[in-house]
């Protein structure tokens, strides 16, 4: 059995890049893009930073000090710090909605090797048309989105199988500055394009004139989903922490660390977009209709150079996705360890078999057999529902309530400040934040994403 000393991250470059990773994934290479293209370019970007230091930090901080102070998985977590067990449900909820998530973002990350196949083999070619019935093909496939997303998910089996040092710090250290190498490449090559300047400005000029509820709320909500808050992932990454990281400090060193990946995501995309007449407001169709005709024109002079930038770009997804399957995987194999005291191997083999199977399902859902529905929906778009727009949003507001009005306030100022040696006068403002900004926004994204408001 493996019940020794919790495992901690080595260093504090460790906790950063693996925290920052598991932040960092799809919702920055492919869901920012595709929101600021629909809500009004750079005036969007304005209000996510905005968004992101009211909200976004003080809720991973607030993840953190359950985590760091629990040093227990996530369901765990939440109850060990109080007495009030129900609270509990609360920790449970984030493991239940990560597993979830993982049975489908595993699929997506699968569409992401098969194009970087296809743009390997010269095969995305094409218009808009024939590149959309291409992929409509392959989503409804029965066989190989399923092969795809299993091969990501023994990828990320391996890396959880070695630990939290030797495993989860040591991908990290290798996969983030990878990331961003080939993000800063295809930027490069981009914002050289002709006309290129016009996608600059679109991102970097905001025009206020556009400013509406619908983007101020639109922000908000991918502030939270682009911080993986609510799933569990942040807690569970920071019961592995030291006592003497700084927590405020890192939740600004990775807020930082995504809001640039997700900025640099949006130069890579738009100066092309722009270059060859296409319009930024192509929604989630972006990166695997859309996109493959962008670099398809934009180089067309050079063919070599857009095969290239093709093949760096779909590898660069597949990166950001493989850095969150971590976490996601990592969340459920350390609840599957503690609370049926087993060993990580056998947690691990558990979470990968269990995934497999729910990938294949969310998979086949799509087409193979349109039968697997729940409420009217395929699975996959069921569980993308449910998990995006009630789980984390309400797991976001019970953290908020249970660390700013639930837990005494000496053992949050105590963690918060590192038993008062860090940040004491910034504690204030967080605690501010998190009982009153930080709930009242949730509440607004949740009921706005059920059309509520």
Not at 100 to 109: A, D, E, H, P
Request: aromatic share 12%; proline share 4%.
């Amino acid at each position: 059995m493996e019940h020794s000393q919790r495992a901690n991250f080595g260093s504090k470059l460790g906790i950063i890049l693996a925290t920052a990773g598991s932040a960092v994934g799809l919702g920055n290479v492919w869901r920012f893009p595709y929101m600021v293209g629909d809500n009004g370019g750079g005036v969007f970007i304005v209000v996510y930073i905005v968004c992101m230091l009211l909200l976004g930090i003080p809720c991973m901080v607030s993840e953190f000090i359950i985590g760091r102070r629990a040093a227990a998985n996530t369901a765990r977590a939440y109850s060990s710090l109080t007495s009030v067990k129900a609270w509990g449900l609360v920790g449970y909820l984030g493991v239940a909605g990560c597993f979830l998530i993982l049975g489908y973002y595993v699929v997506v990350s699968g569409w992401c090797l098969q194009y970087l196949t296809w743009a390997a083999s010269g095969q995305l070619q094409g218009n808009p048309t024939l590149l959309s019935s291409q992929f409509s093909g392959f989503e409804q496939s029965a066989l190989a989105p399923v092969l795809w997303a299993i091969v990501f998910l023994v990828a990320t089996h391996a890396v959880i199988m070695r630990g939290v040092q030797g495993g989860i710090e040591k991908a990290s250290k290798l996969l983030m500055p990878l990331l961003f190498v080939l993000l800063v490449v295809i930027v490069v090559a981009s914002c050289m394009l002709p006309g290129a300047v016009k996608g600059i400005s679109f991102m970097l000029k905001p025009d206020f004139s556009a400013l509406t509820g619908e983007v101020f709320l639109g922000a908000l909500g991918q502030a939270f989903y682009s911080l993986s808050i609510g799933m569990g992932c942040l807690c569970t990454y920071a019961s592995y922490f030291s006592k003497q990281t700084n927590l405020a400090r890192s939740a600004i060193q990775i807020g930082i660390i995504d809001s640039i990946v997700a900025i640099l995501a949006g130069l890579m995309i738009f100066p092309a977009a722009f270059s060859v007449g296409i319009s930024p407001d192509s929604g989630p169709s972006l990166v695997f209709i859309t996109l493959p005709n962008v670099f398809q024109q934009a180089f067309a002079a050079m063919p070599w150079v857009g095969y290239v930038v093709s093949v760096v770009f779909y590898a660069l997804l597949a990166l950001a996705a493989l850095t969150s399957l971590i976490s996601l995987h990592e969340v459920c194999t350390t609840f599957i360890q503690e609370e049926c005291h087993t060993t990580r191997r056998r947690s691990a083999l558990w979470v990968t078999l269990c995934a497999s199977l729910m990938a294949a399902l969310c998979s086949l859902s799509l087409g193979a057999c349109d039968g697997l529905q729940i409420a009217g929906k395929p699975l996959f778009d069921f569980l993308d529902f449910f998990t995006g727009q009630i789980v984390l949003p309400v797991g976001g507001f019970l953290t908020c309530l249970y660390v700013g009005w639930h837990l005494p306030r000496h053992l949050v100022s105590d963690e918060f400040t590192n038993s008062g040696t860090v940040g004491a006068r910034l504690f204030g403002i967080y605690l501010f934040c998190i009982r009153y900004i930080c709930p009242i926004f949730i509440l607004l994204v949740f009921l706005h994403q059920l059309r509520w408001v």
